[in-house]
């Protein structure tokens, strides 16, 4: 089991630091000592670089005005008064230092917003798993703007670029979204330049390279995240605002909703994907980092995910079972290869009520050693074969890297299936049957396609003779992800933990001992699915969830409201009789009669929310006896006969889930690209493709094409997987080679990188 | 929730120690400190003494042997060789001490074995919950047994009538269950006498009172119940036996099987609990004290149960839902007198991997302070009312009593129901409709009856207005089991964590505000149910299990085979049609055709795991187109047509499901006793009936019944509400009080206790 955390090891070589929870923000101090510094090689731009690139962004704006130094708004809010520029809207640029290890170097946090904007450095923390943000000392403000004198200087513009991916670039949602004049500093607070709020973002987002991108950030809506420091004062006692007033303030009271998504999927990736699981109300944040609420909108998806896949090992005799969530340390250190991935990010309990407990005891990462000396016990005989258990649980692994909802979380659930067999090729088997499961889990429910195959040597489990895997695709990223992974253990863990019967087939000689190891499978889904889920089908509007796992698939709503009450209760009556009967034939529908809302704030609420067919139904439809059917994958719109309803709504059902697997289906094939030159593997690679490489399938080779596939910038830096100049990995040896054609050399093919023959074509990528 | 922590806490005032993981056995230094006695009180028993108990008993045996003092099995073997004894079989009397906190007086184990009989300290620690046994100092030895005089005269004869409760006396199961002479020492090594082990056993029976009992262990199984330290080393190398043959050695490739269960359910309650469990394959024991491993014979009834109710409570409106396992120290201690009761059995999660959290994170022990903060961001507005989340989890405490399968875990699984509402009264009703499907979980699925009710003030969850609960009863050891509960929680709770919304009935009235606390409720079932379960319906063959939740039904089994193969197809086929028939009719049935056990063999393994109806066919069967039916519960056996077979089985098992309710039903309401006249109270009690008392409902009127109530026998004594002498206390205020009748009194009838005028018939008794 668990690929992907010994990927993830490999390249935990990140300089982000150990994030632990949100809310020790604000009460420690800080300690003395030798400090990394941020970047040593930073020289200072000037003003008429910052000019210089304004004017190549074709970025206009007035005079940039020069006045004496100032220190704080109300002085340079004077200083403007006396040139006439007195209403211009005033900015605030904050540097924050996250706490950060004392091996690492800082990971400071630059904000820019609108000088009346509360930026609350404990949510903001939050935000970006970042632990105990304070302001930055001057020290580190010199370091990271070279160009300032003093925090008083402080300014964005001056950034260098690129723009450091260690450096966070904050920029506040009323700045970002204003078309309005902002005052700015440009490298020192005696000279003030005015720029509309959007160029800002432009100027800003000119600077960045890649995903890291600059984050705008609704601050309202943030520090409502924060539901406990922030929330009782502000409701009894507002506090006293800072700057003046808030055109935005969001009162508790008003169901003021925040409508849109913020973040265009193909522009912030990372920005939309959160927003999206925040609003369509897939989870909340959790004041643990790492951890997260799943919310009925998600959990329903992955019961139904639970069910299904229920079922279905059920026919292939699989029972399922609970084991305790704690591992006995001599446990889990028992084999010690097999830990020594998972060591770095076991979490150990040590303490119960007040008393320490002597031996520490860890929650489990993975169940193997928790599960696996009972199999010892409990198989006696070769009558006892095919032991095949499953368990539905939760497992910890206490990563240091930035945390990302369903991808990766602290405490996440999954399946996780262990098996004995006598022979192996029952074994081998039965691996296949669950990659099916696995398979028919993404395509047929969740409508994403993925392709099955073998992992690499590389690539596979570490305690696994072999390992299969189903590999989805992210088209906005062009990454691959892996979907789940099904071992096969050979006899490796049951040599180690003695699992041996007395073999049917074999007769006992001279009393010598003829027993024989078992041979075992493991297999495990996560709810990492959800996750793939959205970001392969979400849009701007927000999720677009599959009618199969939708916990609800239509959405009434009533339009063409009248003033005059008695003539609404009609077509309220009507959309209530719709709704019954088709939660009568087995859809999950709703009516959604909630007062005070206007059909158009509904139809938004519900695309952000990803229901997939949304029926309006007024007057003139029940007059016409039909509905205006909105499909929300597509937006396609058609009048629907209320007559048989039930029948029709489950065919355009099947439809849209039909279409919705088969449009990313073509998404996905149209980015699977054969190359059988190395010149066109990086150019690829940076299309956002997955490449399927003529390979030799030697490990040693993957390391080559991994290195010499990063694109140029990334040279000698250090490895960010997620970076989008990072090298390729092999994802799979896909199962259907027929699929990619034969090779074009025949027998004669040569491996891309090293010349010997090739094997297989290959699926490469960069990936999550 | 979890009236029942509160309750233990209450009573948590056990000499016993800390118990922690088993695996800590064998490696930790004693230190030295003072030590505090076993019991200071104890006196020196003589010879004369001993030889009365035995006449008292009826006791036969022949003349005591007098010969020199010996010092170990050999020279006591030469000494009765002398007097021609020679060929009797030794025992050996061992007294260990468990590793206990320094303010806590000593819990030593006494063992009688058989000479030959190795006696494990890891593995008997583990199965007695005690921690790192040692043998115990020649002091030690004097405190408990004060007429030896050194380690060479340890025996059990002289023990103390009664012995003290904090003494576990362990009796080797090859001495108790044999008729043959054994020999012992009287009260030094100088003297011998020959007992038959089943007199051994009655004599140290006769020392003990109540539940406390002496604990007969077979060693050969409790060494394979400890699976890693042993079992390696057990196959590859046998280690040399300690003493001469070992009759009843389990070699593992023989499938010799444990048969019988090995305790009588009236006679060893505990010991009949724990076997029936392992040997009905509902769970094993773990290598962490506390938690158990649920195998799928457990595990599907459990998911029965959550089907069934996961599917009513949607019927109610209430979604699914995944809270994070972990909650922040400042969370979790946001709410001082909620967190009291839990604080000291909360783990504490301080490190990951190598790193020291700086915050301690803890594991939830329930969810309301890590819920509710939620609660107070996602309800902004009454039209978000009602919310009603549940989470199917598992929930951590720490306890440090004695921990008992299913009824008291470390680990346990349970759902967690919590919902809002903007009015009492529908809160109020959903608490019914909650208790009402508990009470169908109990008698509908597990056909276990129990009576809904309120809790009294002192019994209720602390956080509550008011707790509801459905309480069960074990006939067995006489005590009343708290079977679910479900609270009211007004108003507590939104206070605290401002969970309230603007009222849609009351008007703002100069701007001030006029927002409402939302009203609550808390509900939560737990794996407890299957432990009451087994308790109920178990007997002395093992396990009986309802059909309804079954997860094999129906077992078919062969009979009547002849040696020549030929023959047997014939049945087998017949044996696989009938299994498939079944099926296909919906019956959870399994043909045994496991080859080389007979048929009793396979009656016998179906009997202990309690498969609730069994079909034998055989030749003459088949030739008359009929099966045996043998019902499990009761021992009926009938022969039942083959010819619509399906239809006969399922109507045989509804009547088992219908009639194991109304047997239990019927045992359950002959115990529950009115009672109105105090001197009738501890009789009643003792009896193993539950009161039925005119009360008046007031809080201290209780403690003095249950001061009262106890035995004469332990009054001042530690309060251990396990102790069959215990006091009683309210189990619930019945709701169908007609069932009781009218008071005799009318409306002048007085409570038991302090004479005011009684409320209600109130339920009261010892309890789990």
Chains 1, 2 share one sequence.
């Not at 992907?4 to 604000?26: E, W």
């Not at 006045?67 to 109300?74: C, I, L, R, T």
């Not at 996780?416 to 049957?433: C, I, P, W």
């Not at 027998?747 to 023959?757: A, L, M, V």
Request: proline share 6%; net charge neutral.
């Amino acid at each position: 089991m668990l690929n992907r955390l010994c990927l993830l090891r490999r390249s935990l070589t990140s300089t982000r630091t150990f994030h632990q929870t949100a809310f020790t923000l604000a009460f420690n101090s800080s300690k003395k000592k030798l400090r990394i510094p941020f970047s040593p090689t930073m020289s200072a731009i000037s003003d008429s670089d910052i000019l210089g690139r304004l004017s190549k962004l074709s970025i206009s704006h007035p005079d940039v005005l020069k006045h004496e130094a100032v220190a704080g708004g109300d002085a340079w809010k004077g200083q403007l008064e006396k040139v006439g520029k007195g209403s211009v809207a005033l900015t605030k640029t904050l540097l924050f230092k996250p706490k950060t290890a004392k091996s690492a170097a800082p990971t400071p946090v630059l904000v820019l917003a609108a000088e009346s904007t509360q930026t609350p450095s404990g949510a903001l923390g939050t935000l970006l798993n970042l632990k105990e943000l304070r302001l930055a000392s001057e020290d580190l403000i010199k370091e990271v703007l070279p160009s300032s004198s003093s925090k008083d200087d402080v300014s964005p513009l001056p950034l260098p670029s690129p723009i450091p991916s260690t450096l966070h670039v904050i920029l506040d949602s009323l700045v970002a979204n204003s078309t309005a004049e902002h005052a700015l500093h440009l490298t020192s607070s005696s000279s003030t330049i005015l720029l509309r709020g959007v160029d800002v973002k432009a100027y800003l987002e000119s600077l960045v390279q890649g995903e890291t991108g600059v984050r705008v950030v609704d601050f309202e809506e943030l520090k409502s995240k924060a539901p406990e420091p922030v929330k009782k004062e502000a409701k009894k006692e507002p506090a006293a605002p800072v700057g003046t007033a808030k055109p935005q303030t969001v009162k508790k009271d008003d169901d003021v909703y925040e409508m849109a998504i913020q973040y265009k999927k193909e522009e912030d990736f990372p920005g939309w994907y959160t927003d999206v699981l925040i609003k369509g109300q897939m989870l909340d944040y959790y004041d643990i980092s790492g951890c997260y609420i799943l919310r009925p909108w998600s959990y329903t998806i992955w019961q139904t995910i639970q069910n299904w896949f229920d079922d279905e090992i059920k026919k292939l005799g699989v029972q399922d079972c609970y084991f305790p969530m704690f591992v006995s340390k001599a446990r889990l250190e028992k084999e010690k290869d097999h830990i020594e991935g998972f060591a770095p990010e076991v979490a150990w309990v040590t303490k119960a009520g007040k008393s320490d407990l002597e031996e520490h005891i860890a929650i489990r990462p993975t169940s193997e050693t928790v599960m696996y000396p009972y199999y010892a016990k409990w198989i006696q005989s070769h009558r006892d074969l095919p032991l095949k258990l499953n368990q539905w649980n939760s497992v910890v692994r206490w990563e240091f890297k930035n945390p990302q909802p369903f991808l990766r979380t602290r405490e996440f659930l999954w399946q996780e299936g262990h098996t004995a067999f006598l022979y192996k090729s029952e074994a081998e088997q039965e691996v296949l049957d669950i990659l099916d499961l696995y398979r028919r889990v993404y395509t047929d429910l969740l409508a994403v396609p993925v392709i099955p195959g073998k992992k690499s040597e590389n690539e596979k489990f570490a305690g696994a003779d072999y390992t299969t895997t189903v590999e989805g695709f992210i088209s906005t990223t062009g990454r691959g992800i892996q979907g789940a992974t099904s071992h096969h253990l050979g006899q490796n863990f049951s040599k180690m933990f003695d699992i041996t019967v007395e073999s049917p087939d074999s007769k006992q000689v001279d009393g010598k001992d003829s027993r024989v190891p078992v041979f075992q499978n493991s297999w495990g889904l996560s709810t990492r699915t959800l996750g793939v889920m959205v970001m392969v089908h979400g849009d701007d509007q927000g999720l677009v969830l599959p009618p199969r796992v939708a916990m609800q698939q239509v959405v009434i709503v009533p339009v063409g409201l009248s003033k005059s009450e008695g003539k609404n209760q009609t077509i309220y009556d009507e959309c209530l009789k719709l709704e019954r009967t088709l939660i009568a034939a087995g859809v999950r529908a709703k009516a959604d009669l909630r007062d005070g809302y206007t059909p158009g704030w509904k139809f938004n609420d519900w695309e952000m929310r990803g229901v997939p067919l949304r029926l309006e139904l007024g007057p003139r439809d029940i007059a016409s006896n039909s509905t205006l059917a909105v499909r929300r994958f597509d937006n396609n719109k058609s009048s629907m006969p209320l007559a048989d309803i039930a029948t029709t709504v489950r065919t355009f059902l099947d439809d849209i889930q039909a279409e919705m697997l088969a449009r990313a289906t073509a998404k996905f094939d149209s980015h699977l690209i054969n190359v059988t030159k190395w010149e066109d593997v990086v150019p690829t690679l940076d299309a956002k493709n997955v490449l399927v490489l003529p390979w030799c399938e030697g490990p040693k080779c993957e390391d080559e094409i991994k290195e010499r596939s990063k694109s140029q910038a990334n040279k000698g830096q250090q490895e960010d997987a997620k970076a989008p100049s990072a090298g390729a990995k092999s994802l799979c040896i896909p199962f259907g080679q027929e699929r990619f054609g034969p090779f074009p050399d025949g027998e004669e093919q040569k491996c891309i990188q090293c010349g010997e023959k090739a094997k297989s074509w290959t699926m490469f990528g960069r990936s999550y």
